[in-house]
């Protein structure tokens, strides 16, 4: 079983926190839909749940189509997912520090 990021551990195991994690691991890259929730491991009817929330905000954006599907990142210029980021970085960081310590 893999090791959950800083970012679960802190903020919770609920989908719409692993989804984020997810695509804050991953921003370089995008993805169809139901990847997002195969590697997020929330089940795609969970996904399609949340999604529309992402999408209404403006936190994910379209990059192309891919045949009938359309493949998603992170909106990496949204002011909350920079500071999102910055917060995963932070975090990342402290458990670092915190692990050199003990």
Do not use: C
């Not at 679960?8 to 370089?28: S, Y």
């Not at 529309?52 to 403006?58: F, G, M, T, V, Y």
């Not at 990059?63 to 359309?70: A, C, W, Y």
Request: glycine residues 4%; hydrophobic residues 45%; charged residues 25%.
């Amino acid at each position: 079983m893999e090791a959950e990021s800083i970012f679960i551990e802190v903020f919770g195991k609920n989908p719409m926190i692993r989804i984020l994690d997810f695509l804050i691991t991953f921003q370089a890259f995008d993805y169809p839909l139901t990847a997002i929730a195969e590697k997020a491991g929330v089940s795609y009817s969970t996904l399609q749940m949340l999604w529309p929330k992402l999408e209404k905000n403006n936190l994910v954006i379209v990059t192309r189509k891919v045949g009938k599907s359309s493949l998603f990142k992170l909106n990496t210029s949204h002011p909350a997912i920079k500071q999102l980021i910055r917060l995963d970085w932070n975090l990342i960081k402290g458990s670092e520090v915190e692990e050199v310590i003990v």
